[in-house]
């Protein structure tokens, strides 16, 4: 329980609160200490499955298990006490069946006392977002681009960029939203289809803020979806951060007096 004077941490039904009001900030974090850097300035830290591409050098989201994703989760929720801590769902842990979303959803928050998980899918998702939400489980939902689908979409391509496609991704954002989801990520959807269904949906989605993976806009990744904006470039840095160790290292100016332990006065 918080005591007085304590910053409370945010919670799915303030995330929810926020339709129509001011942006919601979200980025994604594995790890304590960029969760430090971020947790100032995010109202939301997803702890995406992206880590299996971003962290592993995976090909695609499928082979994550829910163990990595609470193993990064708990570092997340160390290294934060103000966001709202969103663990995604990885892949074959919530689809078989609502129980099995139950069971893996349980195991998510007790693990890493994180506030929210994320699953993929609208309408075929909308009964296990229901049973999980009458069971006390906030889940924010995710359409447009599913990545955990790439096999069946075929690559990681804009959504919705031809109207005639757009009944399907309403009917998505509709069915989650009636299913109780406080929110809804529409990943790499046309904009004109993403601010109508924004407009549309009662609970908070991408356009009411935005979320970007961390390494995509500290220029960490070698390649970044348009939708990306790089606010920085810190690979040329570290990369001559590295080199610059490395050659003081093999040329021996690297360590000097102010790096070592002397021994104690008295020995
Ligand atoms: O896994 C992830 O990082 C995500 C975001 C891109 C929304 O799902």
Redesign the pocket.
Known sequence: MSTHGEQRRLTAPDIRARKGGEPIVAL?SYHAHTARLLDKHCDVI?V????GMVMHGLET?LPVTLDMMILQGRAVMRGSQHALVVV?MPFGSYEASKEQAFMSAARVLKETGCGAI?V?GGRRMAETIAFLVERGVPVMA?VGLT?QAINSLGGFRAQGRDPADWGPFEEDARAVAAAGAFSV?L?AMAEPLAARLTREIAISAACDGQ???LEDMLGLSARVPKFVKRYTDLGPSIDKAVADYAREVRSRAFPTAEHVYPLKKTV
């Open positions: 994604t997803l995406g499955d992206s880590l989201t995604d994320k993929e995710h990545p990520v990943e979320i970007l993976v």
